[in-house]
């Protein structure tokens, strides 16, 4: 069985703040991204990840990835595009295998076993997500920013990556979700825009996606936490 990950990376970070752009930030010695495609590279199921990057900084990426030593055998770095979907929809480009991951480059923390559970759903399903229960009240605020209303908790996930799919119906999406002009905040989106069932898997709350400057405090507590022989609950392993 082959899988391989995409892993769009040519975002700039703006909420993050200062010059570099947050996959380049520094977690406890190395960069995000690179801490991020380890967890892929060493996974027995994945055979090889693509990278899209900021179109003009592919061999700046690349020189980086060799600075780690990260096999470039099994790394194709590829330029991204203008938004997310471009880059994945790139990424697409350099594949065959007939599984894919996708994958945020910030979300360092995923684990082997999530890794594993997504792939044995998308086997069955053809769609298949992270995701957590979400813990807060979620209310639905009009641009005046008065409240229009509360969702149901109890039916309301947080959906994280990386999602898994059947390589050619996440092809056939991103194609249909371009013609129709579908602005997708991630590729489950576009799927179920064709009318295809996404099968959730749940996902555990430490795979945060760094955004702000205090997500990266929080990463290199968590980082900090792991590396010490403890799980994410302070239990130790």
């Known amino acids: 069985m082959k899988v391989s990950v995409v892993i769009p990376a040519a975002g700039q970070g703006r909420r993050m ?5 947050k996959q380049f930030l520094d977690l406890c010695g190395e960069p995000v991204l690179i801490r991020t495609l380890r967890v892929f590279l060493d996974h027995p199921l994945i055979s090889r990840a693509v990278l899209a990057v900021s179109p003009g900084t592919e061999e700046e ?21 203008k938004e997310r979907q471009d880059s ?3 990424g697409l480009d350099q594949l065959e295998e007939e599984w894919v991951l996708v994958h945020d480059a910030v979300r360092p923390f995923v684990t082997r076993d999530q890794i594993t559970s997504l792939v044995e759903q998308v086997q069955i399903h053809d769609a298949a997500v992270l995701a957590v229960p979400v813990k807060d009240t979620i209310k639905e605020v009009t641009s005046s920013k008065t409240v229009a209303g509360t969702l149901e908790r109890s039916r309301l996930w947080a959906v994280q990556t990386p999602q898994a799919f059947r390589r050619t119906l996440l092809v056939q999406a991103h194609r249909e ?13 576009l799927v179920e825009a064709m009318g295809v069932e996404v099968r959730v898997v749940e996902g555990d709350y430490s795979n945060l996606k760094l955004t702000t400057p205090e997500d990266l405090v929080l990463a290199e507590a968590i980082w900090k936490m792991r590396s010490h022989g403890y799980d994410q609950s302070g239990t130790r392993v």
């Open 17 to 21: 703040g200062g010059s570099v752009a």
């Open 177 to 189: 979700g371009k013609k129709r002009g579908i602005a997708a905040t991630d590729d489950a989106m």
């Open 88 to 90: 994945v929809r790139n």
């Open 61 to 81: 990426v690349r020189c980086l990835l060799d600075r780690f030593r990260v096999p470039a055998e099994r790394v194709t770095v590829t330029a991204g595009g």
